[in-house]
C-alpha cells in the first residue's frame, strides 16, 4: 500500500514536470531557423504556396494558439500527423519505439550480464590478480571513445568475420537480436566500467560489516549470505546508478541508431529536427521524458523493495 500511495503522488507530480518540458520543447522548436512549410515544399514553391501551406499547418495562427492545440491534441491522445512522412506519428512512432526500446532493454541486460557477476568478483577479492586485471581492462574500456568502440565491433565482427550485421534491422525476430548485438554491447561497455567500480566498493564494504559476520556465526549457509545479506545490501546503491544509466542510454540512442543504421526513434528524432517536423521532435521529447520520469519512479520503489528501512514519502 505504500508503494502504490508514493506512486500516485509521484505520477501527480509527473504532469507539471512534463508541462514544462511541452513548453520547453514547443518553444525551441520555433527558434530554430527554417520554415516546416518551406521544406516540405522545396526551393521551388512560390510564397503563395508557402503561405498556403501554413494555413494548412495551422503556422499562420499566433504561437499561444498553436501551443494550446498542440496541448490538446496531447491530452486527447492526438499526436499530430508528420510533415515528411504524411502519416500520423502515433502510426510513426509504433514501429520504431519497438527498436529503440528494444535498445535499450539489450543494452540493459548486458550491462546486468557483465558488471554484475565482475562487479561482486572484484568485491569478494579485492586487490587480488583477477580483481586488478579487470580493473585495468575498466579503464581501458572507459578511456576510448564508445563511437570509436562501434567501429571497431563494425569492423571485426561485421565486416571482416560477418557474424552480425552492419546496419539495419532485419525482418524476423532472430534477425532483430542480431542487429541489437553490437549496438548494445557498445552503449553496454561504458557503463559497465561504472558499475563495475561500484559494484566492487559496495561488496567490499558490505562484507566488512558486522551483520554479516553475524549471520555466518548463526550457521546460515554460505549461499544465502552471499544473496540474502552481502549482494542485496550492496545493490541499493548500484540500482541508483543503473537507473541513471539508463536514461542517459535514452539519450545516446540517438547517436546509436544513427550510427548503426537502426530505424529507431533516435534516428527518426535527428531526420524530423533537420525536417522542421514539429509535430514528431514534440511527441518524441515528450515521450522520452515521460520515460525518464517513469524509470525514477521505479528506481525509487525499488528502494524499498531491496531495504525494508527506507521509508517512501
Known amino acids: 500500500m505504500q508503494q502504490l500511495n508514493y506512486a500516485i503522488k509521484r505520477l501527480l507530480q509527473m504532469i507539471p514536470v512534463l508541462l514544462c518540458v511541452t513548453i520547453l520543447v514547443f518553444v525551441m522548436m520555433r527558434l530554430i531557423p527554417g520554415n516546416p512549410a518551406q521544406i516540405m515544399l522545396g526551393e521551388k514553391a512560390t510564397p503563395e504556396m508557402v503561405a498556403a501551406k501554413e494555413v494548412e499547418m495551422g503556422l499562420d ?16 491522445g492526438n499526436l499530430g500527423e508528420s510533415i515528411q ?27 546486468v550480464l557483465i558488471s554484475f557477476p ?13 580483481d586488478n586485471i579487470i580493473r585495468v581492462l575498466s579503464l581501458v574500456a572507459l578511456s576510448m571513445p564508445q563511437f570509436w568502440i562501434g567501429i571497431l565491433l563494425l569492423l571485426l565482427f561485421g565486416l571482416q568475420l560477418g557474424w552480425v550485421p552492419i546496419s ?13 548485438i553490437l549496438p548494445s554491447i557498445t552503449g553496454a561497455l561504458g557503463v559497465c566500467t561504472l558499475m563495475i567500480k561500484n559494484l566492487r566498493g559496495n561488496v567490499a564494504n558490505v562484507m566488512g560489516m558486522d551483520f554479516v559476520d553475524f549471520a555466518r556465526s548463526k550457521g546460515i549457509s554460505e ?23 539508463i536514461v542517459n542510454l535514452l ?8 550510427a548503426f543504421g537502426l530505424p529507431g526513434v533516435g534516428a527518426l528524432l535527428v531526420e524530423a ?8 521532435v514534440q511527441s518524441v521529447v515528450v515521450i522520452f521524458a515521460a520515460l525518464v520520469l517513469i524509470v525514477n519512479l521505479i528506481t525509487d520503489i525499488s528502494y524499498s523493495l531491496l531495504d525494508p528501512r ?4
Open 118 to 130: 565482475l562487479g561482486y568478483y572484484c568485491g569478494r577479492h579485492k586487490n587480488g590478480i583477477g
Open 310 to 313: 527506507v521509508e517512501l514519502e
Open 273 to 280: 529536427i533537420f525536417r522542421r517536423d514539429y509535430a514528431v
Open 85 to 111: 512522412y504524411s502519416i500520423p506519428v502515433s502510426d510513426l512512432l509504433g514501429s520504431r519505439m519497438i527498436v529503440t526500446v528494444s535498445l535499450a532493454l539489450m543494452t540493459a541486460l548486458f550491462v
Open 61 to 76: 495562427k499566433p504561437y499561444i494558439v498553436q501551443y494550446g492545440i498542440f496541448l490538446r491534441d496531447l491530452v486527447t
Open 251 to 258: 539519450g545516446y540512442t540517438v547517436v546509436i541508431e544513427t
Open 168 to 180: 539495419g534491422w532485419g525482418v524476423t525476430f532472430l534477425d532483430h537480436v542480431r542487429c541489437l
Open 223 to 245: 549461499g544465502r549470505v552471499r544473496s540474502r545479506h552481502i549482494v542485496k545490501n550492496a545493490l541499493i546503491s548500484t540500482v541508483t546508478l543503473l537507473a541513471l544509466r
